[in-house]
């Protein structure tokens, strides 16, 4: 039996961007889409929309919207129980941006029901094999941020996570096959220390993340390394 698709007026997501942007003062006279991909659910994705829309001080605002929705970016630090030194891990997976293997942060989508730590402490499970729950998480943004602002409704909700173990369990993340074929996705994990991890990493989320952490611990010797 086909999953029913949900339609883009009911998805959660575009009724939370439709608020917002109506909260902040946007007439929205009218939306159009041109291509909406969606969950084997059926549930709303992403889409690319035309939003004529007009703003308080009587301008056209922009038409070009790509919709996400909200996601988690969690850094993961494992830390050697005798040596005391840290290592993150990273996921690699070809990209669409400029079609190479990129390292990131675990990270997925938020579902506008779900609560971000939860599904960051799933994300962690799925993406690099490791089980935590949402309470050990640390947030490190004291609200949603938009890295994207002219174009999309993505926020972001960044985390961190610290657990101590023994080296050898650290290295057993390391090049660990992971991924989820119906989302198309070939993911692999990678443990490194976390100035290698910043020569690596090309997403801006990911190097925002790494300050942020390291603001968060104080290790600001480790940030002059970066």
Known sequence: MKNHKESLE???KFRYWKSQAEANGLKINGVKDFYIRYRHNGEVLFA??????????????PPALFLKGHAVSVLVCLIDKETRQKFVVLVKQRRIADGSQTYEHPAGMVDASDAPDEVAARELGEEIGLTVSASELTKLNPRVWHPSTGTSDEG???????????????????????GNQSEFERITSV?????????L??????????????????DYETMKLL
């Open 10 to 12: 009911n998805a959660p």
């Open 201 to 218: 990493i090309t997403n801006v989320n990911g190097l925002l993340l790494h300050f942020l952490y390291l603001q968060h611990i104080g």
């Open 156 to 178: 972001m909700h960044f985390f961190c996570l610290e657990k101590e173990m023994a080296r050898e369990e650290i290295m057993a993340f390391h090049l660990q096959n992971m």
């Open 191 to 199: 443990v490194a220390t976390l100035p290698e991890a910043h020569k």
């Open 48 to 61: 690319m929309l035309e939003v004529d829309a007009d703003t308080p001080e009587g301008d056209k605002i």
